[in-house]
């Protein structure tokens, strides 16, 4: 599975945007870009994923670099709810064995 | 999202007992379900691959005999920690998923602390 560098911790104020950066410059042309969040003490969940176009869903937007090297996961206005660690997972290639290898991630802290 | 639930949450146990932990889909059948381990501040490591009705694969440096998996339905796979020591204390989480394609998503369990004395 191909890498990905995000750093290791931002902090946001409470409802403010905040844009969350990875980059996967080894990323193949069909790979997923895969972003799951875990928070305190709690199992990871799903937060969005793309190919190449830019997605939104209720959770986040997902901004993909033109040549794919890198993508932000932008959370519009940030809650004290969204201090968890987020991971950017790159997901298939040639490979369809369904793993997720985590990386670090990066530790949110939102501030009141 | 798709529910998955472990149980137990929690477990103490002494060293060199066994201790079984599962995890359940609640409401959708998972093909295929992933074992994970997680030491403080540190990341998940995944641990072994589940299928259904088949033998785990388990992922370089995991123990097979120590770390039992069971995966006999689409909704429950069990792990079992075979003579547990101190160092096997972690944050066991399981994921389950319908499908292994790029785009399926996986679904966490919340997770169950172990410690062993």
Redesign the interface.
Same mark, same amino acid.
């Given at each position: 599975d191909a890498k990905t560098t995000q750093p290791n911790s931002m902090e946001s104020n409470e409802e403010e945007p905040v844009h969350l950066p990875c980059n996967h410059s080894t990323i193949s042309g +069909?790979?997923?870009i895969h972003w &799951?969040r @875990?928070l305190p003490? @709690? $199992?990871?969940? &799903?937060v969005i994923?793309g190919l190449t176009s830019n997605v939104n869903n209720r959770m986040a937007s997902l901004a993909i670099a033109e040549d794919r090297k890198s993508s932000t996961l932008i959370l519009h206005r940030a809650t004290l709810r969204d201090a968890a660690?987020y991971?950017c997972i790159l997901? $298939? #290639?040639t490979s369809? +064995? #369904?793993?997720?290898?985590? $990386? @670090? #991630?990066t530790t949110l802290q939102v501030k009141p | 999202g798709a529910v998955v639930s472990q149980h137990p949450s929690r477990v103490i146990c002494k060293s060199g007992t066994s201790v079984k932990i599962e995890c359940r889909s609640l409401d959708f059948q998972a093909t295929t379900m992933f074992w994970y381990r997680q030491f403080p501040k540190q990341s998940l490591m995944l641990m072994a691959t589940s299928n259904e009705g088949s033998k785990a694969t388990y992922e370089q440096g995991v123990e097979k005999d120590k770390f039992l998996i069971n995966h006999a339905s689409l909704t429950l796979s069990t792990l079992t920690v075979t003579s547990a020591h101190p160092e096997d204390s972690s944050f066991y989480i399981c994921s389950a998923t319908g499908g292994t394609r790029s785009t399926d998503t996986q679904y966490f369990g919340p997770g169950t602390r172990l410690t062993v004395l």
């Open positions: +069909t790979d997923y &799951y @875990q003490s @709690q $199992g990871p969940e &799903y994923h660690v991971y997901r $298939g #290639g369809n +064995t #369904g793993k997720l290898i985590f $990386g @670090q #991630g | -």
